[in-house]
């Protein structure tokens, strides 16, 4: 019997590699706190991610509410609902109300055409997805937040190393959230940080993320949101693998597109001009087109030691702590949160795994029971 695949697994350094970048803690003792670790850290993705000002957070969903608490703007942030519940929660612990917009069907982030008639008086920030490594339409987000003065903040978690005409994903918006938490494609095992693409906001986001300190001062109300040096040294050590990392997720990738071609599923198209982080591998799952259904899709892999992921379903909008609570219609999302699974994908995943894959849409199509 073979072991269970699930549909991650953390990128980890050598043993011996980590034990050596944690050895000079020690002799410092400085443990927290912006030390060392924490600053190499900083440059090396700023210059990895190719932004100007990257802020390290404790984690991704920090991140997020790091970006939003920072305006100092409370009301309707503009928003899609397939996302994990995180980007919503972000929103509503701000103390704001997330107004829903539909995605699109082909890479499931924010329908640009429908943002604007959901902008109200009551507006305050618009904050989309980059949904699998795709990312969101930049260019029409900005022209839509300059003309009517609102920050756009983005939710970068899954955006990673990806990149478009050269431009990191990060440098785009107010300011882009990442996570790297162990699931991601980069980890400090938890962690996240803020590109801070307007200066103006760069005090306010150190603070925010200490207490709502400069220098000692207390100038604003804050929390604590600091990465510490152990986690900032797994980051360097992830950070030297990440060239290596993204060859074999690209390797990977592949494979799955070769054997299930044709066959009905929809998958990712490569985005114009964007180099992806091949994070994720969904599949969306309409019985018409490919003549079964999600449910059987996982029970044939579950047969075959493959564990999915429904992700994302249900929407944020419809768990039961926000069902009905908040405003928007979202029928696309609706639609794609119904059939969507992501298979396995990470670094030194073994081509056989894709080839259990594909026999069970061959069963599954064939008509031939498990
Ligand atoms: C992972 C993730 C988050 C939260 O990040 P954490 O580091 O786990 O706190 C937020 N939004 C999206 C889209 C994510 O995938």
């Known amino acids: 019997m073979s072991h269970t695949i699930f549909v991650t697994k953390p990128l980890l350094p050598s043993f011996e590699d980590y034990i050596e970048e944690i050895r000079d803690i020690w002799a410092d003792a400085m443990v927290t706190n912006m030390g060392k670790k924490h600053d190499l850290l900083q440059r090396g993705l700023e210059s990895y991610l190719k932004v100007e000002n990257l802020e390290l957070m404790v984690n991704g969903h920090g991140a997020l ?19 994990f519940v995180s980007t919503t929660h972000a929103i509503v612990r701000s103390g704001c109300t997330p ?20 902008i ?29 003065d609102l ?15 050269g431009k990191g994903a990060g440098s785009f918006g107010t300011m882009s959230c ?46 604590n949101f600091k990465m510490h040096e152990f986690s900032a040294a797994m980051g360097l050590c992830n950070l030297k693998l990440m060239e290596s990392a ?35 591998f969904p599949v969306v799952v309409e019985k018409e087109d490919c003549g079964f259904t999600r449910a059987e899709l996982m029970e044939g892999l579950a047969h075959e030691d493959i564990v999915g992921r429904q992700y994302f379903y249900p929407l944020t909008s419809g768990v039961s702590c926000y069902r009905g609570k908040f405003w928007g219609e979202t029928p696309v999302a609706e ?6 699974l992501c298979l396995p994908i990470y670094p030194g995943m073994e081509q056989e795994v894709v080839g259990r894959v594909f026999r ?8 031939r029971t498990l």
């Open 65 to 83: 509410e790091g970006a939003l608490q920072s305006l100092f703007r409370k009301g309707e942030v503009i928003t899609t609902p397939f996302t």
């Open 178 to 223: 990442f996570s790297f938490h162990a699931t991601k494609v980069f980890n400090t095992i938890e962690g996240g940080g803020i590109c801070v693409n307007e200066p103006v906001y760069r005090e306010a986001v150190q603070a925010r993320r200490n207490f709502g300190m400069i220098e000692g001062e207390v100038v604003q109300d804050g929390g």
């Open 246 to 280: 993204f060859a074999q997720r690209k390797k990977v990738f592949s494979w799955y597109q070769e054997v299930l071609s044709g066959k009905g599923l929809q998958m990712l198209v490569p985005q114009k001009n964007v180099a992806s982080n091949y994070a994720y």
């Open 360 to 367: 069970v849409v061959d069963r599954l199509q064939n008509g």
């Open 151 to 165: 920050p756009v903040i983005y939710d970068a978690a899954h955006a990673f190393g990806v990149e478009k005409n």
């Open 99 to 118: 107004v829903f917009c539909d995605i699109t069907p082909d890479d499931f982030t924010i329908d640009v055409s429908k943002v604007e008639d959901l």
């Open 335 to 340: 639609r794609i949160a119904q059939g969507v």
């Open 120 to 148: 109200t008086e009551k507006t305050v920030a618009i904050l989309p997805v980059h949904v699998y490594g795709n990312l969101c339409d930049v260019d029409i987000l900005e022209a839509i937040g300059k003309k009517h």
